[in-house]
T-cell receptor, first 112, second 112 residues
Framework: RKEVEQDPGPFNVPEGATVAFNCTYS??????FFWYRQDCRKEPKLLMS???SGNEDGRFTAQLNRASQYISLLIRDSKLSDSATYLC?????????????FGTGTQLKVEL | DGGITQSPKYLFRKEGQNVTLSCEQN?????MYWYRQDPGQGLRLIYY???????QKGDIAEGYSVSREKKESFPLTVTSAQKNPTAFYLC???????????FGPGTRLTVT
């Protein structure tokens, strides 16, 4: 089983739609959680951290369910510019320090 | 301008040659990381360094070497021992106060 699993998509949605991505992680010792956005052939950029109580940043809402070991990202009122790959990232504290484990990403295509 | 720079953006080499990828940061971040990204795979950790003159192997260190002589710089050498060196190489940094990592623009290495 992969440490971090995501549905690769693509999710093709019309502009203005609401779309949700889920991500599951296998290591119960995972401490911190993030969503990164990666545009085609570019570097990943931090979209938002995910807090236990859930958090919102504009049209984006992230949720964490530690009991079920999954993280979600909700995007409301999708824009064409939201088209990208969204990476679920989990931080684990190991003997060698903090380690980020990356999912393979979920591709989103927002269409007119 | 604060940030992380990686050079060059594209690099082409013949099989059997060693090649060094540059990563420089002026963010005053303590920790630096090297990842590689292959199509359809998540980012995989090659090496990381939490302080100057110290570094640890990541999950796929074989065929790579690094140095950390200055806080600002963390070069990665891809040696001829690396069996599949063609990939997108990403350098990242992290402050000592949080777990988020910030990425440079990456170097696309092609070895033929």
């Amino acid at each position: 089983r992969k440490e971090v699993e995501q549905d690769p998509g693509p999710f093709n949605v019309p502009e203005g739609a609401t779309v949700a991505f889920n991500c599951t992680y296998s290591n119960s010792a995972s401490q911190s959680f993030f969503w990164y956005r990666q545009d085609c052939r570019k570097e990943p950029k931090l979209l938002m951290s995910v807090y236990s109580s859930g958090n919102e940043d504009g049209r984006f809402t992230a949720q964490l369910n530690r009991a079920s070991q999954y993280i979600s990202l909700l995007i409301r009122d999708s824009k064409l510019s939201d088209s990208a790959t969204y990476l679920c990232v989990v931080n684990i504290l190991t003997g060698g320090g903090n380690k980020l484990t990356f999912g393979t990403g979920t591709q989103l295509k927002v269409e007119l | 301008d604060g940030g992380i720079t990686q050079s060059p953006k594209y690099l082409f080499r013949k099989e059997g040659q060693n090649v060094t990828l540059s990563c420089e940061q002026n963010l005053n971040h303590d920790a630096m990381y090297w990842y590689r990204q292959d199509p359809g795979q998540g980012l995989r950790l090659i090496y990381y360094s939490q302080i100057v003159n110290d570094f640890q192997k990541g999950d796929i260190a074989e065929g790579y070497s690094v140095s950390r002589e200055k806080k600002e710089s963390f070069p990665l050498t891809v040696t001829s021992a690396q069996k599949n060196p063609t990939a997108f190489y990403l350098c990242a940094t992290r402050t000592g106060y949080s777990y988020e990592q910030y990425f440079g623009p990456g170097t696309r290495l092609t070895v033929t």
